[in-house]
């Protein structure tokens, strides 16, 4: 059982990335998939989720109407598409699953984690 976060870089403010939660071992499809972001001194906070049952979609109220989650089934990966990013979009972004129901976007009902993909924006 596998996560493998990429995607991350160093970007403008107001450019857009895109990550990625490939999976292996398992179909990512039979969980909920959470993102989550680091910021340097500062604790983990989660970001964005997808649930596994009907594909609602959850985002934290500071990336609303710019990042957008999704499920590739046949790649077995979630995306995460960041948009307009802001210097405090700058953290290392992790992926997630849990099994557990509802989804919630804290990271102690999560069992699987990536390694974290690095994003930083600045000019």
């Known amino acids: 059982v596998q996560l493998q976060a990429s995607g991350g870089g160093l970007v403008q403010p107001g450019g857009s990335l895109r990550l990625s939660c490939a999976a292996s071992?398992?179909?990512?499809?039979?969980?909920?998939v959470g993102w989550f972001r680091q910021a340097p001194g500062k604790e983990r906070e989660g970001v964005s989720g997808i649930s596994r049952k009907d594909g609602r979609t959850f985002y934290v109220e500071s990336v609303k109407g710019r990042f957008t989650i999704s499920r590739d089934v046949a790649k077995n990966t979630v995306y995460l598409q960041m948009n307009s990013l802001k210097p405090e979009d700058t953290a290392v972004y992790y992926c997630a699953t849990t099994i557990r129901s509802p989804l919630v976007l804290l990271g102690e009902f999560y069992d699987y984690w990536g390694q974290g993909t690095k994003v930083t924006v600045s000019s």
């Open positions: 071992g398992f179909s990512l499809d039979n969980y909920n």
